[in-house]
């Protein structure tokens, strides 16, 4: 099964923003259902263009992702078939923590 098609649009977030709904139109390709995902810079930036397209009417389909979501829908699968779990919330800076510290013990 081939790969949908991805597409890159980089522009001042104004016109970004203006232009979202028409660019997931375009994507829907006749199925309204259809899933698309757009990444996002941040959570403000997704909880912002989540309203918009809201007020301008419905986006089935639509996922919005920053990109540490997107980089754990694409690794977790890989760390359960290898048998190992995602580091909880707040792990990672614990472990930089730890690491830090150990760090500082061999000086």
Same mark, same amino acid.
């Given at each position: 099964m081939a790969a949908p098609p991805k597409e890159l649009c980089v522009a001042p977030f104004h016109r970004l923003e203006? =232009?979202?709904g028409g660019l997931l139109r375009r994507m829907e390709e006749g199925d309204s259902f259809r899933a698309r995902r757009v990444v996002v810079i941040s959570n403000l930036v997704r909880d912002r263009l989540q309203e918009r397209l809201a007020r301008r009417g419905a986006f089935a389909g639509v996922d919005f992702l920053t990109p540490l979501d997107l980089a754990r829908q694409? =690794?977790?699968p890989h760390l359960h078939r290898a048998g190992r779990r995602p580091l909880p919330r707040g792990g990672d800076a614990a472990l930089a923590s730890r690491l830090c510290r150990s760090s500082e013990m061999r000086k």
């Open positions: 203006a =232009g979202l694409i =690794g977790e």
